[in-house]
């Protein structure tokens, strides 16, 4: 029996050899390695090695996650694109004018931006750190509420290495690196703080005259105030250089996403309308409409019902 010899071309290779695709990914500048090795969960020298056949162990495991990258990559390049990202609402207008003014008066202290979930704070804010320089935002959470623990945050956040986990030295060497920066700090879900942060975050304040910006619920300003002005408060509320409630979403919110997502009709305005005065708002009704545009086609009133009649189900 003669044996028969099957030439597979370097380009048949590739569509069959996850490691042969991944390496004409990044060949192609599409794909970057280092940022490879951490989304499959993997050492960027184990990644490397395996690229270059170099893996002196088993490399199954590695290329079995490589498939697995390489499926949802395909999976999400399939979907439809229609996704317009940030949208600049008036209400993130608003927000990005408040943080915009005690950036440019430094020396003005702290603006307090609270309300209801789901109305563009985080967004927003987001967005003023990915266009600006020396913005350090950090999100506060119960385990992050103390001094020491939110201040170690802030230093990681802020680029200083082997930071200590005492409080006095990490207040130090973030006071000596905020030093003439021009910087702001952001803190989304303030109202996590303790009143021994906030008073520790209004002494750094004081002390670089770098302007501070605290977001979260309606929790956030309370905190600011004790609740009523008591004399405990006094100071930290003293340094409030402004403050901004936002309690609902806003009609002139829902236009400008309908607009950026290119839905026109009245019928679909209402119901866009409606979602978003749904607990969730905005969020909700940006998840509503990312789960419309996968179904494919024109986003119109059937679709956007469909969705949002799959989201209420799940909730």
Same mark, same amino acid.
């Given at each position: 029996?003669?044996?028969?010899? @099957?030439?597979?071309?370097?380009?048949?290779?590739v569509?069959?050899?996850?490691?042969?695709k991944?390496?004409?990914?990044?060949?192609?500048?599409? @794909?970057?390695? %280092?940022?490879?090795?951490?989304?499959?969960?993997?050492a960027?020298?184990?990644?490397?090695q395996?690229?270059?056949?170099?893996?002196?162990?088993?490399?199954?495991?590695?290329?079995n996650?490589?498939?697995? =990258?390489?499926?949802?990559?395909?999976?999400? #390049?399939?979907?439809p694109?229609?996704?317009?990202?940030?949208?600049m609402?008036?209400?993130?207008?608003?927000?990005i004018?408040?943080i $915009?003014?005690?950036h440019?008066?430094?020396?003005?202290?702290?603006?307090? *931006?609270? +309300?209801?979930?789901?109305? +563009?704070?985080?967004?927003?804010?987001?967005?003023y &750190?990915?266009?600006?320089?020396? @913005? =350090?935002?950090?999100?506060?959470s119960?385990?992050?509420?103390?001094?020491?623990?939110?201040?170690?945050?802030?230093?990681?956040?802020?680029?200083?290495l082997?930071? $200590?986990?005492?409080?006095?030295?990490?207040?130090?060497?973030?006071t000596?690196?905020?030093?003439?920066?021009? +910087?702001i700090?952001? *803190?989304?879900e303030?109202?996590?703080?303790?009143?021994? /942060?906030?008073?520790?975050? &209004?002494?750094?304040?004081?002390? /670089?005259?770098i302007?501070?910006?605290?977001?979260? #619920?309606?929790?956030t300003?309370?905190?600011? /105030?004790?609740?009523?002005?008591?004399?405990d408060f006094?100071?930290l509320?003293?340094?409030? %250089?402004?403050?901004?409630?936002?309690?609902?979403?806003?009609q002139?919110?829902?236009?400008?996403?309908?607009?950026? =997502?290119?839905?026109? +009709?009245?019928?679909?305005?209402?119901?866009?309308?409606?979602?978003?005065?749904?607990h969730?708002?905005?969020?909700?009704?940006?998840? $509503?409409?990312?789960?419309?545009?996968?179904?494919?086609?024109?986003?119109?009133?059937?679709?956007? &019902?469909?969705?949002?009649?799959?989201?209420?189900?799940?909730?």
């Amino acid at each position: 029996m003669n044996n028969v010899v @099957v030439d597979i071309s370097k380009k048949e290779a590739v569509a069959l050899d996850p490691v042969e695709k991944i390496k004409e990914l990044i060949k192609s500048g599409l @794909v970057i390695e %280092a940022h490879l090795a951490k989304e499959i969960g993997a050492a960027p020298a184990t990644v490397n090695q395996v690229l270059n056949d170099k893996y002196t162990a088993n490399p199954k495991n590695i290329i079995n996650k490589m498939e697995k =990258w390489l499926k949802l990559r395909e999976e999400r #390049n399939a979907a439809p694109l229609m996704n317009p990202g940030f949208v600049m609402t008036k209400t993130a207008e608003q927000i990005i004018m408040d943080i $915009t003014f005690a950036h440019a008066v430094a020396e003005d202290g702290i603006i307090v *931006i609270y +309300g209801s979930p789901g109305v +563009g704070k985080t967004q927003a804010l987001k967005h003023y &750190r990915a266009n600006n320089n020396n @913005v =350090w935002m950090m999100f506060a959470s119960p385990s992050r509420s103390s001094i020491t623990a939110f201040l170690y945050g802030l230093a990681l956040e802020m680029g200083i290495l082997n930071p $200590t986990k005492r409080k006095d030295d990490l207040s130090r060497a973030i006071t000596n690196k905020l030093h003439k920066t021009e +910087g702001i700090i952001i *803190i989304d879900e303030a109202q996590h703080l303790s009143f021994e /942060t906030l008073e520790e975050l &209004r002494i750094i304040q004081e002390e /670089t005259s770098i302007p501070m910006v605290l977001s979260g #619920n309606k929790k956030t300003y309370a905190k600011m /105030t004790g609740g009523v002005r008591t004399e405990d408060f006094a100071q930290l509320f003293s340094r409030i %250089a402004k403050k901004r409630g936002i309690h609902k979403t806003k009609q002139a919110d829902v236009r400008a996403i309908a607009d950026a =997502w290119n839905v026109q +009709g009245a019928d679909e305005f209402a119901l866009m309308v409606k979602i978003s005065e749904r607990h969730g708002g905005l969020r909700l009704l940006s998840k $509503t409409l990312k789960l419309a545009a996968m179904y494919g086609g024109t986003v119109n009133e059937q679709v956007l &019902r469909k969705a949002f009649a799959e989201l209420e189900t799940n909730e």
